[in-house]
C-alpha cells in the first residue's frame, strides 16, 4: 500500500498514477482531501451543538440523570481542547451566550482547513515560486507561519478581518476556494457589525473617449479588434458597446467587458473584496447588474442580435448574464465569447447561444474554478509560452497568443463571429458604478482628473495609490555633501540647521495604484525656498499643508519595478527614474530590501514607535533648465521609530546613480537616525508643475 492509500501500480484518481504526477497535482489533492475533511469535521460539529442546544426529550425529563449525562458529554466534545470545538455561525453564538463566554481551543476544522490552505499554497508555490513575492502570499504564509495550528488560526482569522488585507487576499485566484472555505470555518465576521445595506442594483453613466482613445477603437469587428478595445478601456473600469454592420447589412450589437487588473483600483468595488470574488460567480454579480443598465442606455431596440465579449472577470459576468432568462427575452444573444475568465456553472437561458471560452493553461485565474465540461461549448485550451502570473492572464498576452501559439482557435472564433465582421458604425463607452458603496478610497481618493499623454499611453492625474506602504530611512550627513549633488544652480540649497541635514532613503511598496502595482526606491534631500529661503523654513513647513509649503525635498535618485511608472515618473514628475528589479518587504515591524541590480540592501527590524503627523510633501525634479514641483497628499498613521536596528549596505561592484550618491553622502554602511514607517497608507501625487528656475 502506498502513502496515498492505492496500491502500487494501480492509478491513482484521475486515471494517473501517483508516481508520475507532479508534486503540484499530488499537494493539490491533498488539499482538496483536507478541505473536505475540515467541512465533515464543521457538520459534525453544527449537529452536535444543535442537540447540546435542543429543548430536553420527555425519556430525558423521566431520566434526568441520564440526560445530565449525555449534555455532559456533547458539551466536553465541543469545549475541550482535544475536541471538536465550538461550531461556527448561529450555532457558535447561542453557545456563547449558553456558557457565558467562549471555552476550548481553537475547531477542530478552522485548524483542519489551516492545514489544507498550507497544502495548497505549498502547491501553488511548486508551479509558480515567482507568486512568493505576492503581498498576498506574503501575508498568509506569515500567519500561517505561527507556532501552531491554533496561533495560526488566530493569525487568519485577524487578517480576514483587517480591510487593508482583504485586496490581497482577494487577488490570490490560485487559492481563491480554499481561502473561502477557512473564512467560513474561522466565523471571520465583524463582531456587531452593521446589517448589510440593500443593494439597489448596479449603474452605468455613458463616458465620452478621448481623441487618442477614439484613434485606437478597431473600426472593423473581429475577435483580435474587440480584444484591443477591451484592454484600452480596461484601465478606468469601462465597458464598451459598439454597433457593427455586419456583411448582409444588418446592424448588430456587440458589449466588451474588461477584466481586473492585478495592483489597480476596483471602480465601485464592495467593500469586501474576497466576498466580491465569490459573488462573482453567482449568477447576480454586481458587474452583472451594472451592465444591463449600460446595454439598456445604448438604446439597442429589443429583439436585436447581440454578441457578449469579456476577458477575465467581465467574461464571468457576461456569461452570468447569457443566464438571465428576462435578459435573453429582450435580446437575441448570439454568441459570448469569455477570454481567460472562471466558467460559471448553468447554461444560457437560450439554447441558442452560442458559447466561446478560451483559456491559457498557465493562467490561474480561471483554473482557480474549474467549470464541469461543457460539450455544446467551443473550448479553446493552449500551453502559453510562460508560467509566469500574473503575465499568463493578461489580455496583451492573449492577444499575442491567440495570433501565434493558438491561431486555429482565432480562426475558429472569427468564423463563427461571422455576422459581427463588418464596418463599426458607433462606438459607446459607459462606466459602471455601484450605488450601494462609495468609490474605493472615498472621500480621500475622490478626485477629479485629467489625462496626461506619456510614451506608454495616457496616464490620469492625480495619480491615486490605494493600497501601500512606506519607510523612509533619514540619516544625517553634512550639507557640503549634498550641495555636490544637487543641481549646479545658485538658487538650490540644501535646508537644515548648521552644517548638517537629512538624506531620506524612501522604501514604497505600491500594491494597487492607477500606475499598476510596483516597488519604489528614491534618494531624496530637503531643500530650502527658491526664492526666498529663510533657517526655520524647515521647521515651520511642518505645520502647513502640503501644497503651502516653501520646502521641498529634491529627488536625487530613483528606481522602480515597472516601466509605466518609469516613464510616468520621467514625464510627469521629472524625476531621475530608472528601472531595476527590487524586492521589498514592510509588513509588520520587519523592513527588508533586496535590489540587486542597484547594489542595494537593507534589513533590519524596527522598535517600540510613536505616532507622528502625516508625511504630505513638495517633491522637486528637473526636467531641462526647468524645477518641477509636485504636491504629494497622504492619508496615514505613520509611526516614528529609531534607527538603531536597521542597517543599510552596498555592494562593492554598486555604482551610479543610487549607490554612488549613497557613498559621496557617507551612509554606505550607516544606520539611520530614525525611521517613519507606515505599512499601509493612501496618496495621490499631482501634475508636476513646472517653475521658472
Given at each position: 500500500m502506498?502513502?496515498?492509500g492505492?496500491?502500487?501500480?494501480?492509478p491513482?484518481?484521475g486515471?494517473?498514477?501517483?508516481?508520475?504526477?507532479?508534486?503540484?497535482?499530488?499537494?493539490r489533492d491533498?488539499a482538496?482531501?483536507?478541505?473536505?475533511?475540515?467541512?465533515?469535521?464543521?457538520?459534525?460539529?453544527?449537529?452536535?451543538?444543535d442537540a447540546?442546544l435542543a429543548?430536553?426529550r420527555k425519556?430525558?425529563?423521566?431520566?434526568?440523570?441520564?440526560?445530565?449525562?449525555?449534555?455532559?458529554?456533547l458539551?466536553?466534545a465541543?469545549?475541550?481542547p482535544?475536541?471538536?470545538g465550538?461550531?461556527?455561525?448561529?450555532a457558535r453564538?447561542?453557545?456563547?451566550?449558553?456558557?457565558?463566554?467562549?471555552r476550548g481551543?481553537?475547531?477542530?476544522?478552522?485548524?483542519?482547513?489551516?492545514?489544507?490552505?498550507?497544502?495548497r499554497?505549498a502547491?501553488v508555490?511548486?508551479g509558480?515560486?515567482?507568486?512568493a513575492r505576492?503581498p498576498?502570499i506574503r501575508?498568509?504564509?506569515?500567519?500561517?507561519?505561527?507556532?501552531?495550528d491554533?496561533?495560526?488560526?488566530r493569525?487568519?482569522r485577524a487578517?480576514?478581518?483587517?480591510?487593508?488585507?482583504?485586496?490581497?487576499l482577494?487577488?490570490?485566484?490560485?487559492?481563491?476556494d480554499?481561502?473561502?472555505?477557512?473564512r467560513?470555518?474561522?466565523?471571520?465576521?465583524?463582531?456587531?457589525g452593521?446589517e448589510?445595506?440593500?443593494?439597489?442594483g448596479?449603474?452605468?453613466?455613458?463616458?465620452?473617449?478621448?481623441?487618442?482613445?477614439?484613434?485606437?477603437?478597431?473600426?472593423?469587428?473581429?475577435?483580435?479588434?474587440?480584444?484591443?478595445?477591451?484592454?484600452?478601456?480596461?484601465?478606468e473600469?469601462?465597458?464598451?458597446?459598439?454597433?457593427?454592420?455586419g456583411?448582409?447589412?444588418?446592424?448588430?450589437?456587440?458589449?466588451?467587458?474588461?477584466?481586473?487588473?492585478?495592483?489597480?483600483?476596483?471602480?465601485?468595488?464592495?467593500?469586501?473584496?474576497?466576498?466580491?470574488w465569490?459573488?462573482?460567480?453567482?449568477?447576480?454579480?454586481?458587474?452583472?447588474?451594472?451592465?444591463?443598465?449600460?446595454?439598456?442606455?445604448?438604446?439597442i431596440?429589443?429583439?436585436?442580435?447581440?454578441?457578449?465579449?469579456g476577458?477575465?472577470e467581465?467574461?464571468?459576468?457576461?456569461?452570468?448574464?447569457?443566464?438571465?432568462a428576462?435578459?435573453?427575452?429582450?435580446?437575441?444573444?448570439t454568441h459570448?465569447?469569455a477570454?481567460?475568465?472562471?466558467?460559471?456553472?448553468?447554461?444560457?437561458?437560450d439554447p441558442r447561444?452560442?458559447?466561446?471560452?478560451?483559456?491559457?493553461?498557465?493562467d490561474?485565474v480561471?483554473?482557480?474554478?474549474?467549470?464541469a465540461?461543457?460539450?455544446?461549448?467551443?473550448?479553446?485550451?493552449?500551453?502559453g509560452?510562460t508560467?509566469?502570473?500574473?503575465d499568463?492572464?493578461l489580455?496583451?498576452?492573449?492577444?499575442?497568443?491567440?495570433r501565434?501559439?493558438?491561431?486555429e482557435?482565432r480562426?475558429?472564433l472569427?468564423?463563427?463571429?461571422?455576422?459581427?465582421r463588418?464596418?463599426?458604425v458607433?462606438?459607446?463607452?459607459y462606466?459602471?458604478?455601484d450605488?450601494?458603496?462609495p468609490?474605493?478610497?472615498?472621500?480621500f481618493?475622490t478626485?477629479?482628473?485629467a489625462?496626461?499623454?506619456?510614451a506608454?499611453g495616457p496616464?490620469?492625474?492625480?495619480?491615486?495609490?490605494q493600497?501601500?506602504?512606506?519607510?523612509?530611512?533619514?540619516?544625517p550627513?553634512?550639507?557640503?555633501?549634498v550641495?555636490?549633488?544637487l543641481?549646479?544652480?545658485?538658487?538650490?540649497?540644501?535646508?537644515?540647521?548648521?552644517?548638517?541635514?537629512?538624506?531620506v532613503?524612501s522604501?514604497y511598496?505600491?500594491?494597487?495604484s492607477?500606475l499598476?502595482?510596483?516597488?519604489e526606491?528614491a534618494?531624496?534631500?530637503?531643500?530650502?525656498?527658491?526664492w526666498?529661503p529663510?533657517?526655520?523654513?524647515?521647521a515651520?513647513?511642518?505645520?502647513?499643508r502640503?501644497?503651502?509649503?516653501?520646502?521641498?525635498r529634491?529627488?536625487?535618485?530613483?528606481?522602480?519595478?515597472?516601466?509605466?511608472?518609469?516613464?510616468?515618473?520621467?514625464e510627469?514628475?521629472?524625476?531621475?527614474?530608472?528601472?531595476?528589479?527590487a524586492?521589498?518587504?514592510?509588513?509588520?515591524?520587519?523592513?527588508r530590501?533586496?535590489?540587486?541590480?542597484?547594489?542595494?540592501?537593507?534589513?533590519?527590524?524596527?522598535?517600540?514607535?510613536?505616532r507622528?503627523?502625516?508625511?504630505?510633501?513638495?517633491?522637486?525634479?528637473?526636467?531641462?533648465?526647468?524645477?518641477?514641483?509636485?504636491?504629494?497628499?497622504?492619508s496615514a498613521?505613520?509611526?516614528?521609530?529609531a534607527g538603531?536596528?536597521?542597517?543599510l549596505r552596498?555592494?562593492?561592484?554598486?555604482?551610479?546613480?543610487?549607490a554612488?550618491?549613497?557613498?559621496?553622502?557617507?551612509i554606505?554602511?550607516?544606520r539611520?537616525?530614525?525611521?517613519?514607517?507606515?505599512?499601509?497608507?493612501m496618496?495621490?501625487?499631482?501634475?508636476?508643475?513646472?517653475?521658472?528656475?
Amino acid at each position: 500500500m502506498r502513502a496515498d492509500g492505492h496500491a502500487p501500480g494501480r492509478p491513482a484518481p484521475g486515471g494517473q498514477d501517483a508516481d508520475q504526477r507532479t508534486t503540484e497535482e499530488l499537494l493539490r489533492d491533498g488539499a482538496r482531501e483536507v478541505a473536505g475533511i475540515a467541512e465533515g469535521v464543521r457538520a459534525v460539529a453544527t449537529r452536535t451543538a444543535d442537540a447540546l442546544l435542543a429543548p430536553p426529550r420527555k425519556g430525558s425529563a423521566r431520566h434526568p440523570r441520564t440526560g445530565l449525562t449525555a449534555r455532559w458529554a456533547l458539551l466536553r466534545a465541543l469545549t475541550d481542547p482535544r475536541g471538536l470545538g465550538a461550531p461556527t455561525g448561529a450555532a457558535r453564538r447561542r453557545l456563547a451566550r449558553l456558557l457565558g463566554a467562549r471555552r476550548g481551543g481553537e475547531p477542530l476544522a478552522a485548524t483542519t482547513a489551516v492545514t489544507s490552505l498550507r497544502l495548497r499554497i505549498a502547491a501553488v508555490l511548486a508551479g509558480h515560486p515567482e507568486l512568493a513575492r505576492d503581498p498576498g502570499i506574503r501575508r498568509l504564509t506569515a500567519a500561517l507561519g505561527t507556532r501552531g495550528d491554533g496561533e495560526a488560526v488566530r493569525e487568519l482569522r485577524a487578517l480576514f478581518l483587517d480591510p487593508g488585507a482583504q485586496r490581497a487576499l482577494a487577488a490570490l485566484s490560485p487559492v481563491l476556494d480554499e481561502l473561502l472555505t477557512v473564512r467560513t470555518l474561522l466565523d471571520a465576521v465583524p463582531p456587531g457589525g452593521p446589517e448589510p445595506v440593500p443593494d439597489p442594483g448596479g449603474g452605468a453613466e455613458a463616458v465620452d473617449l478621448t481623441g487618442g482613445e477614439k484613434q485606437t477603437l478597431a473600426t472593423e469587428g473581429s475577435l483580435l479588434g474587440f480584444l484591443r478595445n477591451i484592454e484600452l478601456l480596461a484601465p478606468e473600469g469601462r465597458v464598451l458597446v459598439q454597433n457593427v454592420r455586419g456583411p448582409d447589412g444588418v446592424v448588430r450589437y456587440v458589449v466588451q467587458a474588461p477584466g481586473t487588473d492585478s495592483g489597480r483600483p476596483r471602480h465601485g468595488s464592495p467593500h469586501d473584496v474576497v466576498g466580491a470574488w465569490r459573488e462573482q460567480l453567482g449568477a447576480d454579480s454586481p458587474y452583472t447588474r451594472a451592465l444591463r443598465p449600460a446595454i439598456e442606455a445604448h438604446g439597442i431596440p429589443r429583439g436585436a442580435e447581440l454578441a457578449l465579449v469579456g476577458h477575465g472577470e467581465g467574461g464571468t459576468a457576461l456569461l452570468n448574464l447569457a443566464r438571465d432568462a428576462g435578459f435573453c427575452r429582450a435580446y437575441r444573444l448570439t454568441h459570448v465569447i469569455a477570454v481567460g475568465s472562471p466558467s460559471p456553472a448553468g447554461h444560457p437561458a437560450d439554447p441558442r447561444t452560442w458559447i466561446g471560452h478560451v483559456t491559457n493553461e498557465h493562467d490561474l485565474v480561471p483554473a482557480a474554478n474549474p467549470a464541469a465540461p461543457h460539450p455544446e461549448r467551443y473550448e479553446a485550451r493552449y500551453t502559453g509560452p510562460t508560467r509566469a502570473f500574473p503575465d499568463s492572464h493578461l489580455l496583451r498576452a492573449y492577444i499575442g497568443h491567440l495570433r501565434t501559439v493558438a491561431p486555429e482557435a482565432r480562426r475558429h472564433l472569427d468564423d463563427a463571429l461571422t455576422p459581427y465582421r463588418g464596418p463599426v458604425v458607433r462606438s459607446q463607452a459607459y462606466q459602471l458604478k455601484d450605488p450601494a458603496r462609495p468609490p474605493e478610497g472615498h472621500p480621500f481618493l475622490t478626485l477629479p482628473t485629467a489625462p496626461v499623454p506619456t510614451a506608454t499611453g495616457p496616464v490620469g492625474v492625480p495619480v491615486r495609490y490605494q493600497d501601500s506602504a512606506a519607510a523612509h530611512l533619514c540619516f544625517p550627513v553634512d550639507t557640503e555633501a549634498v550641495r555636490s549633488l544637487l543641481p549646479d544652480v545658485p538658487w538650490m540649497r540644501p535646508s537644515g540647521p548648521g552644517r548638517h541635514t537629512l538624506a531620506v532613503l524612501s522604501l514604497y511598496e505600491h500594491r494597487c495604484s492607477t500606475l499598476g502595482s510596483y516597488t519604489e526606491i528614491a534618494l531624496s534631500v530637503p531643500v530650502d525656498d527658491l526664492w526666498r529661503p529663510r533657517p526655520a523654513d524647515l521647521a515651520t513647513d511642518l505645520l502647513r499643508r502640503a501644497d503651502l509649503r516653501r520646502t521641498g525635498r529634491f529627488v536625487l535618485s530613483l528606481a522602480v519595478t515597472s516601466e509605466e511608472a518609469r516613464v510616468a515618473t520621467r514625464e510627469i514628475w521629472g524625476q531621475p527614474a530608472v528601472r531595476a528589479a527590487a524586492e521589498v518587504h514592510l509588513t509588520g515591524r520587519g523592513i527588508r530590501l533586496s535590489a540587486p541590480g542597484l547594489g542595494i540592501a537593507v534589513l533590519g527590524r524596527l522598535g517600540p514607535g510613536v505616532r507622528c503627523p502625516e508625511p504630505d510633501w513638495a517633491l522637486y525634479g528637473r526636467r531641462g533648465e526647468s524645477t518641477v514641483r509636485t504636491a504629494v497628499r497622504t492619508s496615514a498613521r505613520p509611526r516614528l521609530h529609531a534607527g538603531a536596528g536597521v542597517r543599510l549596505r552596498l555592494d562593492t561592484a554598486a555604482a551610479e546613480p543610487m549607490a554612488g550618491q549613497l557613498r559621496r553622502l557617507g551612509i554606505d554602511t550607516a544606520r539611520p537616525l530614525f525611521v517613519v514607517a507606515c505599512p499601509q497608507f493612501m496618496v495621490h501625487r499631482a501634475a508636476g508643475a513646472v517653475l521658472p528656475r
